[in-house]
């Protein structure tokens, strides 16, 4: 199947730092991507849609200039966790399809943490 | 209410039994997805369906668009499906809670 490549899988930052994690579809363009957000032992969130060549469209209650979003190409978006908050520590993951409405590929995810 | 219900939350079983996993939504939906997570948070997409009924391996899923419903059955279930199995509607993934499920040797 397709591959959704996320980097890193794991990254400690201190606070007040800001921390880009990478998405990248491996052998498929993707003109949409979505990120996601785990809480410890809750389920998966939608944060945002990544659009290629536009901006990223956020889900309610997302503060979009804390969580930076760029698509840049059709095999590339990221995100980045502005001026980092313990807060912000979470699992964090993407996804892709190779086509609107056909099955969706999840990168490794990113568990940060913020000390 | 959540719009996308998994039952059960936990599920223990011994090797070899059928498990089923159920999921109930109350939106209207263009697709529904069964993902499976593993301890580390990897997810993988194992169906998407939005119809009628999709067999790969050990694994079934159906759902009934009428009754808003889709399953997920393991047969001969083996110590390493143990994982968090999480139903999905849509594109833009509305996720329900997710199935704990641990199968014992």
């Known amino acids: 199947g397709a591959v959704v490549s996320q980097h890193p899988s794991r990254v400690i930052c201190k606070s007040g730092t800001s921390v880009k994690i990478e998405c990248r579809s491996l052998d498929f363009q993707a003109t949409t991507m979505f990120w996601y957000r785990q809480f410890p032992k809750k389920s998966l969130m939608l944060m945002a849609t990544s659009n290629e060549g536009s901006k990223a469209t956020y889900e309610q209650g997302v503060e979009k200039d804390k969580f930076l979003i760029n698509h840049a190409s059709l095999t590339l978006s990221t995100l980045t966790v502005t001026s980092a908050h313990p807060e912000d520590s979470s699992f964090y993951i993407c996804?892709?399809?190779?086509?609107?409405?056909?099955?969706?590929?999840f990168g490794q995810g990113t568990r940060l943490t913020v000390v | 209410k959540n719009e996308v219900e998994q039952s059960p939350q936990n599920l223990t079983a011994q090797e070899g039994e059928f498990i089923t996993i159920n999921c109930s939504y109350s939106v209207g939906i263009s697709a529904l997805h069964w993902l499976q997570q593993h301890p580390g948070g990897g997810i993988v997409s194992l169906f998407m369906l939005s119809s009628g009924k999709k067999k790969h391996g050990r694994l079934i899923a159906t759902i009934n668009i009428q009754e808003k419903h889709s399953s997920l059955h393991i047969t001969a279930s083996h110590p390493r499906d143990s994982a968090v199995y999480i139903c999905a509607v849509n594109e833009k993934l509305t996720f329900g809670t997710g199935t704990r499920l641990t199968i014992i040797p």
């Open positions: 996804s892709a399809s190779p086509r609107p409405g056909t099955e969706a590929f």
